[in-house]
């Protein structure tokens, strides 16, 4: 349990670019489930365990609103420091970064077992490596075969030639 925590918090750490573009693309998927989930169960849930007054919990008021006494419309806003609000935006955090970490991890895992069976496939029963099969071309067609030609013969046919065009002019 302890490795699968110390991965979460190198992945929460290092900046991967594909562990980035997976956050982004599922984590706005995730964002409205989230939302709801930390606004309306979890943030009532932490503000109540200190004690809910009508303040609010874990509240820190440091200047009261301005209300118009005649027109009951607010003047000044009041200062408050939330840390209700900041609690739940930490907890919003922590549960869609641990979604995309479980989410990055199955990828991985099915990509190690990917390259595994790939690797597995190119050995052997003994576990030697086996040579990738190489798909041969097929040979060309073989080139007519052409009766060998001497030079003496080639000399003749052309002497033959040369009578036989004295003897038609005659």
Do not use: C, H, Y
Request: hydrophobic letters at 50%; proline letters at 6%; charged letters at 25%.
């Amino acid at each position: 349990m302890k490795k699968f925590f110390k991965e979460f918090k190198e992945f929460i750490t290092r900046g991967n670019v594909l562990d980035m573009a997976v956050g982004i693309i599922v984590g706005g998927a995730f964002t409205a489930i989230i939302t709801a989930l930390v606004g309306n169960i979890l943030t009532p849930l932490i503000n109540w365990i200190p004690g809910a007054d009508n303040t609010g919990a874990l509240q820190v008021v440091l200047r009261a609103a301005v209300i118009d006494p005649e027109t009951n419309a607010v003047i000044t806003p009041a200062l408050v420091i939330d840390f209700g609000a900041v609690i739940s935006a930490v907890i919003s955090f922590l549960i869609t970064a641990f979604v995309l970490f479980i989410i990055v991890k199955a990828v991985n895992s099915a990509r190690a077992r990917g390259e595994k069976l790939k690797e597995s496939r190119k050995k052997n029963k003994d576990g030697e490596p086996v040579a990738e099969e190489v798909v041969a071309e097929p040979a060309p067609a073989p080139a007519p075969v052409v009766p060998a030609v001497t030079t003496e013969e080639l000399l003749a046919e052309i002497r033959d030639l040369l009578k036989a065009s004295k003897t038609d002019k005659e």
